[in-house]
């Protein structure tokens, strides 16, 4: 059953005491999730705990609001009438803007610097609980990928000249509380592992981890940033395990923190195999999304949001995209040292791009019958008219991550290259672009200018702005 675990808290952000809850028929529904408490990973077992159905609830506000439905955003509305371009003869473009920004922790938990013995000075970082980090351990798609890509390294003759795994010293970095990878780099026989850990909460229990699995004799866990700590004896590893990726793959620091480890943590560190993962990407996608096109405003306010993204779950058939992914950021961990951050707009922490989506007609046809399936489901009213109008808009641009292990090994948090769902603990970030779902049809344009600025102080969170206009070419009448 396909379910919607960004709902409660889109709902309770959005509603308006004026909307109506009241007047349903149905019991409301439970109180919302702290949204401050919810991290990428969390966000998904905390909505599946949920029992209420958010269509059922979705049927009643839909009731409450009918005469609302559906004022997407048309070439009619539109003001800005571009010229020439790309009109074919008998036609006009029509140009409609959408925009969001947000920074890394909108939404997710945070770690001040100041709670890490090895931080200092005020700052904030995306931070995990117990939830999240039981998420990420037990994706399937993810942690035997790790894993094996370790447990290969160690066991590169390339790479040990023959000496064998316990010729090598391993960093794991960002270790966690069950200290994983560097427990299994020791049980493949690591010579030496260093796993750094910036939460002091994790710290303590990784020891522990460490000491109960029989391998406090060969790893060593230094609580604090990895940019505020040195490896005793300024020691440097072989190579590093860095699973530090975000939703957005920048959104955790990762060109902060692989920027310095280049500097002082690793031997070789121009060298592709000194890491894992190799590199991470951000794929996107303009995205419709079902819930858009059904909480309209006034009832439903999505500016509320304030730029803030919508976290979904990848397998949500909620979320559908409109062309081929294209990557936004390719960051290659070999290439930091250089300040390289490659892909999109290269060579430095403030990144620019502009990509140019165009709408695949297909997609719009198979999306109306995916939300049409769903509405159906969740007995919404007049179904099949609502999911064409669904499938026929955009909500945003929907960014998640890819992980390259090594040349031919890669973890996909959604199906590679269509972009289709699938089961991840990463999610799918979706910025809600306009106030009300703007219509687009099959070879309309979507010019986007994507702005990251990646600082490298890691307590500094990254930021991100898309900006950009949907361009609708229409039959003159
Ligand atoms: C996504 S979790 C991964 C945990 C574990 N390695 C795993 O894969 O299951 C990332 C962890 O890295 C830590 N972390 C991220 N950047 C760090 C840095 N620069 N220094 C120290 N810890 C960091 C976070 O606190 C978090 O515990």
């Given at each position: 059953?396909?379910?919607?675990?960004?709902?409660?808290?889109?709902?309770?952000?959005?509603?308006?005491?004026?909307?109506?809850?009241?007047?349903?028929?149905?019991?409301?529904?439970?109180?919302?999730?702290?949204?401050?408490?919810?991290?990428?990973?969390?966000?998904?077992?905390?909505?599946?705990?949920?029992?209420?159905?958010?269509?059922?609830?979705?049927?009643?506000?839909?009731?409450?609001?009918?005469?609302?439905?559906?004022?997407?955003?048309?070439?009619?509305?539109?003001?800005?009438?571009?010229?020439?371009?790309?009109?074919?003869?008998?036609?006009?473009?029509?140009?409609?803007?959408?925009?969001?920004?947000?920074?890394?922790?909108?939404?997710?938990?945070?770690?001040?610097?100041?709670?890490?013995?090895?931080?200092?000075?005020?700052?904030?970082?995306?931070?995990?609980?117990?939830?999240?980090?039981?998420?990420?351990?037990?994706?399937?798609?993810?942690?035997?990928?790790?894993?094996?890509?370790?447990?290969?390294?160690?066991?590169?003759?390339?790479?040990?000249?023959?000496?064998?795994?316990?010729?090598?010293?391993?960093?794991d970095?960002?270790t966690g509380p069950y200290a994983h990878f560097a427990i299994i780099a020791a049980r493949?026989?690591a010579?030496k592992v260093y796993a750094?850990e910036?939460?002091?909460?994790a710290c303590e229990s990784a020891r522990i981890a460490v000491r109960d699995a029989g391998y406090d004799d060969v790893v060593t866990i230094i609580?604090?940033?990895?940019?505020?700590?040195?490896?005793?004896?300024?020691?440097?590893?072989?190579?590093?395990?860095?699973?530090?990726?975000?939703?957005?793959?920048?959104?955790?620091?990762?060109?902060?923190?692989?920027?310095?480890?280049?500097?002082?943590?690793?031997?070789?560190?121009?060298?592709?195999?000194?890491?894992?993962?190799?590199?991470?990407?951000?794929?996107?996608?303009?995205?419709?999304?079902?819930?858009?096109?059904?909480?309209?405003?006034?009832?439903?306010?999505?500016?509320?949001?304030?730029?803030?993204?919508?976290?979904?779950?990848?397998?949500?058939?909620?979320?559908?995209?409109?062309?081929?992914?294209?990557?936004?950021?390719?960051?290659?961990?070999?290439?930091?040292?250089?300040?390289?951050?490659?892909?999109?707009?290269?060579?430095?922490?403030?990144?620019?791009?502009?990509?140019?989506?165009?709408?695949?007609?297909?997609?719009?046809?198979?999306?109306?019958?995916?939300?049409?399936?769903?509405?159906?489901?969740?007995?919404?009213?007049?179904?099949?008219?609502?999911?064409?109008?669904?499938?026929?808009?955009?909500?945003?641009?929907?960014?998640?991550?890819?992980?390259?292990?090594?040349?031919?090994?890669?973890?996909?948090?959604?199906?590679?290259?269509?972009?289709?769902?699938?089961?991840?603990?990463?999610?799918?970030?979706?910025?809600?672009?306009?106030?009300?779902?703007?219509?687009?049809?099959?070879?309309?344009?979507?010019?986007?200018?994507?702005?990251?600025?990646?600082?490298?102080?890691?307590?500094?969170?990254?930021?991100?702005?898309?900006?950009?206009?949907?361009?609708?070419?229409?039959?003159?009448?």
């Amino acid at each position: 059953m396909s379910s919607f675990p960004h709902f409660l808290l889109v709902v309770f952000t959005l509603v308006s005491p004026a909307c109506g809850f009241s007047s349903m028929t149905t019991p409301p529904p439970p109180p919302p999730p702290d949204s401050s408490s919810i991290t990428r990973r969390s966000a998904i077992e905390r909505f599946e705990r949920v029992a209420i159905s958010p269509l059922v609830a979705a049927v009643v506000v839909v009731t409450a609001t009918a005469t609302t439905i559906p004022p997407v955003v048309d070439a009619s509305d539109v003001v800005d009438v571009v010229g020439g371009g790309t009109s074919t003869p008998g036609s006009i473009s029509t140009s409609t803007p959408i925009s969001a920004s947000w920074s890394a922790i909108d939404g997710l938990n945070t770690l001040e610097s100041s709670s890490s013995t090895g931080g200092g000075g005020v700052g904030k970082f995306v931070s995990f609980d117990d939830s999240a980090y039981r998420a990420m351990i037990n994706d399937k798609s993810r942690t035997p990928q790790f894993e094996a890509a370790i447990i290969s390294r160690l066991n590169d003759v390339d790479r040990t000249g023959g000496r064998g795994p316990s010729s090598q010293v391993v960093l794991d970095l960002g270790t966690g509380p069950y200290a994983h990878f560097a427990i299994i780099a020791a049980r493949a026989g690591a010579g030496k592992v260093y796993a750094i850990e910036a939460s002091r909460s994790a710290c303590e229990s990784a020891r522990i981890a460490v000491r109960d699995a029989g391998y406090d004799d060969v790893v060593t866990i230094i609580e604090g940033y990895s940019t505020d700590v040195a490896l005793p004896g300024n020691e440097r590893a072989d190579f590093v395990i860095a699973e530090i990726v975000g939703s957005v793959a920048s959104e955790e620091g990762v060109v902060a923190t692989i920027t310095d480890a280049h500097k002082r943590l690793v031997k070789d560190p121009n060298d592709a195999s000194s890491w894992i993962p190799r590199g991470v990407q951000t794929y996107a996608s303009p995205a419709s999304y079902s819930l858009h096109n059904l909480f309209l405003p006034p009832a439903f306010d999505w500016t509320k949001l304030d730029g803030s993204p919508v976290r979904f779950n990848c397998r949500d058939e909620g979320l559908q995209l409109l062309s081929d992914p294209i990557a936004v950021e390719d960051i290659l961990f070999a290439d930091m040292g250089r300040g390289g951050y490659g892909g999109a707009g290269g060579g430095g922490r403030e990144v620019r791009s502009r990509i140019t989506f165009v709408i695949d007609p297909k997609r719009v046809e198979e999306n109306a019958k995916k939300f049409n399936d769903e509405y159906v489901r969740g007995r919404v009213p007049d179904a099949s008219s609502l999911a064409i109008t669904a499938a026929n808009s955009v909500t945003g641009i929907a960014l998640w991550p890819r992980l390259i292990l090594d040349d031919d090994v890669t973890i996909d948090s959604r199906h590679h290259p269509d972009g289709g769902h699938r089961r991840s603990h990463w999610q799918t970030v979706l910025p809600i672009m306009s106030p009300i779902p703007v219509t687009v049809h099959g070879g309309d344009e979507i010019i986007v200018d994507f702005d990251f600025d990646l600082p490298y102080e890691v307590t500094s969170p990254p930021s991100y702005k898309i900006a950009g206009n949907v361009i609708s070419s229409v039959a003159r009448l």
